[in-house]
């Protein structure tokens, strides 16, 4: 069958797939309380409700280091209190991402593929159960992958236009690439990658096609200041609010700084200026997270063949921006403090595995090339075999799924294993908040266990906390006076403080969970609300 771009009626059905396939996932993650496993979720989710809901409420609730378009998104969701404590809030916006990407997904393989297989490819992509579950949390995956998708997608149709010579679709799509490029600038740091690339393979073509280069001029500018305005943006809000441009690369909440903070003194994670170990690590892990059992070696070998084939041919070369993710992680885990970890490697961990998600589009699409190369070899010869040939890989997709889904997927196990202590930890402190008479100003470190005021659906406003700097400076040099109670989680700056001014504090209780920190709640003994 030819190769044609999907027509409308063709989207209707992977809509309406997608939206079952959801809506099931949401309803076993929320029935087994799998939505807030990472503190991560529960950290996106924090920010947003802090841009509505805290002593100095606003953009500035946004911080330095995770970009803000997660959290500007979720900000509608979690201003219904309910939603924010049962992480329904970030439930929603994934959901509508997921569906999103699975239609830009379908879009991309119907370049590439003829539709049977593109439908084959979408249904292998879409039942991943590690998407499926992250489209039920507010993690960024979907959302990015949605944009990275759809990126790929405008990139493709876009050089197509180019050598077609189609003026208007070509304005149309850079226009489209350059909103794409802000999105993907503003969601995660590989989507800076993703818009430099974009530029780059946009600029490279129309530099081959001068004519029409001439008459998209406009359209080419507007697509290079969206490029150049999403970095610079963030670097001005980091500069505006940190007094350092690059505070997310090197400041105290960086993922250098929280390495430097983890890693046990003189020694590193592998990977760790090793790019050869870390390519291991990131192709190990996005076969995991792509495949059941060991079946991801063949999935890569399959992927990479896929590419050769298309690019020997010169046929959608544009679609080798999907592999994008693996040199930026590579030298991420290398250079950029952001470590790997998975059951399969030593030290046999989970860390960060959702990473390899990244990659799935490639993986999927680039083997179903594969696939169907191998339908064009048999059908001719053996007719009969070549009928049997797309069931046969469906019944596959789905045993993939169902095998993955049994055995529990990578990137849900993570989210169980490192949430065993954390979340009684938080329960304990919330129990503790519960008890407290409501109204009155607590102090607490907010940015590693707000998860504890999020179970109590108390507003943060009501905590002094970091997320004002003036109030909870002014409160760490005298705890008693300003706070009615006091949370001090070892080491955090709270701690720091009541050590070096307990005066006037009693100690009421002190909460120990294995592989946590302990908590020691205190309560003022001279606090006085300001008279109004």
């Not at 930026?328 to 990473?355: D, E, K």
Request: aromatic share 12%; net charge positive.
């Amino acid at each position: 069958m030819a190769i044609k771009p999907a027509k409308r009626e063709e989207m209707f059905p992977i809509a309406l797939a997608s939206m079952i396939l959801a809506f099931l996932a949401v309803l076993i993650s929320a029935s087994r309380g799998y939505l807030l496993l990472y503190g991560d979720a529960v950290a996106h989710l924090a920010i947003a409700r802090r841009i509505i809901d805290s002593v100095n409420p606003g953009l500035p609730q946004i911080g330095s280091v995770w970009l803000p378009l997660p959290h500007l998104l979720l900000v509608p969701f979690v201003s219904k209190i309910q939603w924010w404590q049962t992480g329904t809030g970030g439930t929603w916006p994934s959901f509508a991402f997921y569906i999103l990407g699975n239609l830009g997904f379908y879009r991309l393989a119907r370049r590439m593929l003829p539709v049977h297989w593109a439908f084959g490819a979408t249904l292998f992509y879409a039942l991943n159960p590690n998407l499926l579950y992250l489209a039920t949390t507010a993690m960024t995956e979907p959302l990015f992958l949605a944009i990275f998708v759809w990126s790929t997608v405008v990139v493709m149709e876009c050089i197509d236009a180019i050598r077609d010579e189609q003026i208007g679709v070509v304005k149309g799509r850079l226009i489209a690439a350059g909103i794409l490029s802000v999105l993907s600038v503003y969601t995660r740091y590989d989507g800076w990658v993703l818009a430099a690339c974009v530029w780059l393979m946009l600029t490279i073509s129309l530099v081959k096609n001068k004519r029409v280069f001439e008459r998209v001029r406009v359209a080419f500018i507007i697509l290079t200041v969206l490029t150049v305005l999403g970095p610079v943006g963030w670097m001005a809000h980091n500069w505006r609010y940190t007094g350092d441009p690059l505070d997310f690369m090197r400041g105290p909440y960086s993922a250098a700084a929280i390495e430097r903070k983890t890693a046990p003194p003189g020694q590193h994670y592998r990977g760790w200026h090793n790019p050869a170990w870390a390519l291991l690590f990131y192709t190990r892990t996005a076969q995991v997270d792509a495949a059941a059992w060991e079946t991801g070696f063949l999935l890569m070998a399959a992927a990479i063949a896929g590419t050769w084939m298309l690019w020997k041919r010169g046929l959608a070369r544009a679609s080798v921006l999907l592999w994008m993710p693996l040199p930026f992680y590579v030298y991420s885990v290398s250079f950029g403090s952001v470590p790997i970890f998975i059951p399969q490697l030593y030290p046999h961990s989970y860390y960060n595995a959702r990473y390899g998600m990244e990659l799935l589009p490639a993986l999927v699409v680039f083997a179903f090339v594969v696939v169907a190369w191998f339908e064009n070899r048999i059908i001719r010869t053996r007719p009969v075999q070549a009928v049997f040939l797309q069931p046969a890989v469906m019944v596959l997709a789905i045993a993939n799924c169902v095998a993955m889904t049994w055995f529990t997927p990578l990137v849900l196990k993570e989210g169980i294993v490192n949430s065993r202590t954390r979340v009684p930890f938080e329960t304990s402190i919330a129990r503790e908040l519960l008890a407290m008479p409501q109204g009155l100003p607590v102090m607490m470190y907010t940015s590693d266990h707000v998860g504890a005021i999020q179970q109590t659906g108390i507003p943060l406003k009501q905590f002094i906390s970091e997320s004002d700097y003036d109030s909870f400076h002014r409160a760490l040099a005298e705890p008693a006076k300003y706070a009615a109670y006091v949370v001090a989680i070892d080491k955090d700056p709270v701690s720091d403080a009541v050590k070096k001014n307990s005066s006037n504090l009693k100690e009421l209780t002190v909460l120990c969970t294995t592989g946590q920190p302990c908590a020691r709640i205190y309560e003022s003994e001279i606090y006085q609300p300001a008279k109004k």
